[in-house]
């Protein structure tokens, strides 16, 4: 970590900061310059580092203090240069195949699951997505029909030999949500619930991760360190939309937040441009776009009868709609290397 001392820091405060760090067993790097000296200090193991900088912050004659390396590791590129490639009961997300899942907002009834699914299926989607468990920003909007909905995805992807996808919510259920689900879909508001990301953290079920509405590239990466620190090397990340100033759109869809995660991470990163346009007519540019720039997945939303959706409605896709935009990614794949 660096240490910038205050410019009006004294000769005593300055060995006063390179005996507390030479104390603590780690190297002392000061540089000091006409106008304010800096201090590097060396061997901080990670578990210690954030405790000492904020001790030294507390110092008035402190200015500031930096961590050098970045706050993550095993979500790091380094820790993996080639890239992750989590294997979904035989279904690759990462590398050069695109992911494709599809489905309905949310499981409201047998039939409407499975005309989207057969759809989706057919359009090229392997891997089905319902809610279950929906988190509603109203408390009096529908908030899924919890474990018959888990029954009913299960059922339909095993008919179509498809993987589910799907979300948990609460610590209490991620057991009962691994017994139907391939993958586990922690939503926006929950990228900072750090028990549930604990918990995913503990099973080997792959876990994606979806970009808190408000969150930065790094807070979501380090919410990602959680899942992975915990021992579940499956994790995916999901770029859904943030919240600006823009009210046009639900969200506005952070694309550039792909090519910056993959720089930072060798996580897989998934596009949802559904929640991150919350309109059916921006949904196909923004699928377009997604796929040029270099998204491993697609999370889109395909509903039968959308005017009739429970929730949603307004920015899935029907099913006619859906198969026409896929056939119209596959040269977009093509032109940039990757395939479907
Ligand atoms: C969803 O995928 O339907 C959903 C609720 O997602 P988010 O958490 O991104 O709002
Ligand atoms: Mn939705």
Known sequence: M???????ATAEQISDIEKRVKDWG???????????????????????????MESL?????????????????FASREFHPEGTVIDVKGVPVGGNQIALMAG???VETYEQTWESAVA????????????????????????????????????????LEMRVITEVMDVRNVELVCGYADILQ????????????????????????????????????????YILLGGNPNVMLCERGIRTFETYTRNTLDLSAVPAAKELSHLPVIVDPSQGTGKRSLVQAMTKAAVAVG???????????????????????????????????????KAIGRTF
């Open 2 to 8: 660096i240490i910038v001392m205050s410019a009006d």
């Open 26 to 52: 780690y190297g002392v790097h000061p540089i000091y310059g006409a106008e304010r000296t800096v201090i590097g200090a060396t061997g901080v193991p990670e578990a210690d580092k954030s405790r000492y």
């Open 57 to 73: 912050e507390a110092l008035p004659y402190v200015e500031q203090v930096m961590g050098i390396l970045r706050p993550y590791k």
């Open 104 to 106: 309905p907002c949310t």
């Open 120 to 159: 989706c299926k057919a359009a090229g989607a392997n891997i089905l997505r319902g809610g279950a468990y929906k988190p509603s920003t109203s408390p009096y909007s529908f908030q899924g029909h919890g474990v018959p909905a888990l029954k009913i995805l299960r059922d339909i992807a095993d008919k």
């Open 186 to 225: 922690i939503g926006t508001r929950n990228m900072q619930n750090y028990d549930l990301l604990r918990e995913v953290g503990k099973v080997q079920t792959p876990v994606m991760l979806k970009r808190g509405m408000t969150a930065k590239i790094e807070e979501w990466l380090q919410a990602a360190e």
């Open 295 to 333: 998204a491993d997945g697609l999370l889109i939303e395909v509903h039968p009868h959308p005017d009739q959706a429970l929730k949603d409605g307004a920015q899935q896709l029907t099913t006619t709609d859906f198969s026409a935009l896929i056939a119209e990614l596959h040269p977009i794949a």
